[in-house]
T-cell receptor, first 114, second 117 residues
């Protein structure tokens, strides 16, 4: 398996709902990332996990809660979101060693908050 | 923190022409500079990258140049084809090492490239 997968592809949720986004990779990568991308804008880093430990939180509101249960899986738990949180949520991973810089993105989850 | 400026924001060329996109960065500690191509509704795809110890890198029709002194880097696409039409993002990163290796990408604002047949 040579790619990052994300589920679901699309998600519509109300402001009082709780939902989760899932990201998976089986490339042996030990760093995983969550990005948020609004239309016609670049991806913005939200969280970085390295060896299953949270390494970076870019001052993301607590209504977004990341989790890395194991080296292949990354979740983003969503609760009490606002309409302005509607965006494409991208997961990425990067290998260890000399290629640690290279980040490979999943297809994203398009989230709509109503 | 790092700041990446990207120009132009839109670029329109005829098939077969060359296209050049330029980026500047602010943090002299940045040492990795990737370029991503994102087609409409698709994921960003890494197309080429360059590290700070290299001045130029080429892969078929795509090349990237880096000037560390001036803190700018450029993407060159030759013999453009309609399938090159997409949004291109440059980025800058430094590696956070010490046993927990990961990179923190800062992206430019993107360039919409349109290649007319």
């Amino acid at each position: 398996d040579t790619e990052v997968t994300q589920t679901p592809k699309h998600l519509v949720m109300g402001m009082t709902n709780k939902k989760s986004l899932k990201c998976e990779q089986h490339m042996g990568h030990r760093a995983m990332y969550w990005y948020k991308q609004k239309a016609k804008k670049p991806p913005e880093l939200m969280f970085v996990y390295s060896y299953e430990k949270l390494s970076i939180n870019e001052s993301v509101p607590s209504r977004f809660s990341p989790e890395c249960p194991n080296s292949s899986l990354l979740n983003l738990h969503l609760h009490a979101l606002q309409p302005e949180d509607s965006a494409l949520y991208l997961c990425a991973s990067s290998p260890i060693g000399a290629s640690s810089y290279e980040q490979y993105f999943g297809p994203g989850t398009r989230l709509t908050v109503t | 923190g790092e700041n990446v400026e990207q120009h132009p924001s839109t670029l329109s060329v005829q098939e077969g022409d060359s296209a050049v996109i330029k980026c500047t960065y602010s943090d002299s500690a940045s040492n990795y500079f990737p370029w991503y191509k994102q087609e409409l509704g698709k994921r960003p795809q890494l197309i080429i990258d360059i590290r700070s110890n290299v001045g130029e890198k080429k892969d078929q029709r795509i090349a990237v140049t880096l000037n560390k002194t001036a803190k700018h880097f450029s993407l060159h696409i030759t013999e453009t084809q309609p399938e090159d039409s997409a949004v291109y993002f440059c980025a800058a990163s430094r590696l956070y090492a010490g046993g927990t290796s990961y990179g923190k990408l800062t992206f430019g604002q993107g360039t919409i490239l349109t290649v007319h047949p």
